[in-house]
């Protein structure tokens, strides 16, 4: 089985600076995503950004970038400039394509709080 | 706007009672996902469809069951309810496309309180 870990229950960063947030895995698989989800406080979950494990190139949305560490298997999330509105819960996770074991297995979480 | 709907938003019972949550994914999704979030928790796994049928089980108390139905949508009952069962319920879907990027869409959740 699939496992995901965050060893930072929180993190704080002053408004614009940059944060990285850090997320390890564990798995058999040679194929598979990777995703970093957000919940603010309305509990949403939105999606932040996604990864495939077959593309070396580290993904990158806007201010949120990856870095994806396949053999180490490390896929941690860096925000830049960081914003009021970044502060959230974020969840790394795993999702494997393989039938029967499509569920996404997230980590317990990193608590982000954005000093004004 | 994920597009997967749930309902009822907000839910409060007492112990012993039963409760049915309820799910509409996605147009044209055929997986849907049923997932726990118990205060500042991440989030557990609970059972997967895929177009009717049970697909794969986490960790599901027997109190729990969940159906798909012809329509796609899904229902999770929780019955003999307790303090314990107090969360945030998340439905979310996904599509069986081999283009997909392998997203889950999730619903906002039906928060459980049980008293």
């Known amino acids: 089985a699939q496992t995901v870990t965050q060893s930072q229950p929180e993190m704080s960063v002053q408004e614009a600076e940059t944060v990285t947030l850090s997320c390890t895995y564990d798995t058999s698989e040679s194929d598979y995503y990777l995703f970093w989800y957000k919940q603010p406080p309305s509990r949403q979950m939105i999606l932040v950004i996604r990864q495939e494990a077959y593309k070396q190139q580290n993904a990158t949305e806007n201010r949120f970038s990856v870095n994806f560490q396949k053999a180490a298997k490390s896929f941690s999330l860096k925000i830049s400039d960081s914003q009021l509105g970044d502060a959230a819960m974020y969840f790394c996770?795993?999702?494997?394509?393989?039938?029967?074991?499509?569920?996404?297995?997230f980590g317990t979480g990193t608590r982000l709080t954005i000093i004004p | 706007d994920s597009g997967v709907t749930q309902t009822p938003k907000h839910l409060i019972t007492a112990t012993g009672q039963r409760v049915t949550l309820r799910c509409s994914p996605r147009?044209?999704?055929?997986?849907v996902y049923w997932y726990q979030q118990s205060l500042d928790q991440g989030l557990q796994f609970l059972i997967q469809?895929?177009?009717?049928?049970?697909?794969a089980k986490g960790n599901i108390l027997e109190r729990f069951s969940a159906q798909q139905f012809p329509d796609l949508h899904s229902e999770l009952n929780l019955s003999s309810l307790e303090l314990g069962d107090s969360a945030l319920y998340f439905c979310?879907?996904?599509?069986?496309?081999?283009?997909?990027?392998?997203?889950?869409?999730f619903g906002e959740g039906s928060r459980l309180t049980v008293l």
């Open positions: 469809y895929y177009n009717g049928e049970e697909r």
């Open positions: 979310a879907s996904s599509p069986y496309d081999q283009a997909h990027t392998g997203e889950l869409f």
């Open positions: 996770a795993y999702r494997s394509p393989y039938f029967g074991n499509e569920k996404l297995t």
């Open positions: 147009s044209g999704d055929l997986s």
